[in-house]
Nanobody, 115 residues
Framework: QVQLVESGGGLVQPGGSLRLSCAASGSIFRINGMGWYRQGPGKQRELVAGITSGGSTNYADSVKGRFTISRDNAKNTVALQMNSLKSEDTAVYYC?????????WGQGTQVTVSS
């Protein structure tokens, strides 16, 4: 059984920063891609950022230059540093991991950007 546990969400003012973390545990042999998705109010879930086991990254256009994804393969963790946050970044953020071809999701963490 694989579990992904996120932390680090919360309320922040526009222009502020937050760091999300996600730790994978359980029956893990090797994690391939990891990433962060988000789902805003009334919107579909969308990819925010992804990172391969080799460290290659990709970002949604809306967060390029503001968000940075990183991972620690030894600890099975992935993080998302979010800077210059905007109100439109308000969403539930989900951690994702591809493990041996199967997709796993965290429970989600709320990020609210508001003054």
């Amino acid at each position: 059984q694989v579990q992904l546990v996120e932390s680090g969400g919360g309320l922040v003012q526009p222009g502020g920063s937050l760091r999300l973390s996600c730790a994978a545990s359980g029956s893990i042999f090797r994690i391939n891609g990891m990433g962060w998705y988000r789902q805003g109010p009334g919107k579909q879930r969308e990819l925010v950022a992804g990172i391969t086991s080799g460290g290659s990254t990709n970002y949604a256009d809306s967060v390029k230059g503001r968000f940075t994804i990183s991972r620690d393969n030894a600890k099975n963790t992935v993080a998302l540093q979010m800077n210059s946050l905007k109100s439109e970044d308000t969403a539930v953020y989900y951690c994702y991991a591809n493990i041996r071809g199967a997709g796993f999701w965290g429970q989600g963490t709320q990020v609210t950007v508001s003054s």
